[in-house]
């Protein structure tokens, strides 16, 4: 392997929250670790939500291995959103990746987010770029779910997003903790970033089918979820009211 980044100060934080995910770890870290070692220094920080199988005995054997890693564990099990936050707070990296932990999102596309993100005439005030998956290697109810969803909330949000789904994004930490916090609102940052007076963009990116472990929702548990937080991510946009720019005078 190469030698691992040792700058004190990483620009990219890569933030995985994990339940009960001991069958992927391993692979996960090493992927990721494959995909960006060599470009801009970078961190890793796998939260665990109080996973009840071996997870964490398995993440805090890998911190030996790889000096990027970071473990982080909650006392409470919190869900997703609170995982990725509680990552986010504990990232060094201006810049912050989040994937989900199942590896179905493949860490070879997230060089291409960063690239996204560099490129020559990005808006100022662009502060996302959020994977999209191209083909989704669920089964059948499930894309089918994830599809009713997606197009519902896309027609009442108009977040500019048709999968607000896809775990891989790229986003700038600060903008991110500028965002109203609660349960689940991973399923909403665009349009939350929007609500802020933020631009955000998309990048096609790949999926995969989970190898190991299983999923952590039902069907119904996701529309059922999504429903009730869809109306107040909607107040949430209602009642925002943003001063435009802000200047000291």
Partial sequence: MTTPQTDD??????????????GNVGALLS??????????PFEVLFVDDCSTDGTLKALA????????????????NCGQS???????????????????????????????LIAHYDRAGRPPNERMVAGQREKRMDNWSKRMASRIGNGVRSGLL???????????????????????????????????MLREGYALSHVDVSHRERQS?????????????????LFGVIWLRRRARMPGERREV
């Fill in 158 to 192: 108009k977040d500019k997003t048709r999968d607000t789904g896809c775990g891989l994004k790229l986003f700038e930490r600060e903008a991110f903790l500028r965002l109203p916090y609660f349960d689940h609102m991973h399923r909403f940052l665009p349009a939350l």
């Fill in 9 to 22: 100060a990483p620009r990219l934080s890569v933030v995985v929250p994990v339940m009960n995910e001991e």
């Fill in 213 to 229: 472990g299983a999923s952590k929702y039902t069907n119904l548990q996701r529309l059922w979820v999504s429903l009730s937080d």
């Fill in 61 to 76: 054997a890998l911190k030996g291995e790889t000096p990027e890693l970071r473990v982080i564990t909650h006392d409470v």
């Fill in 31 to 40: 992927e990721i670790v494959g995909a960006l070692r060599g470009h801009a």
């Fill in 82 to 112: 609170a995982a990725i936050r509680s990552g986010v707070l504990k990232a060094r990296g201006p810049l912050i990746v989040t994937l989900d932990g199942d590896g179905q999102n493949n860490p070879a596309d997230i060089p291409k």
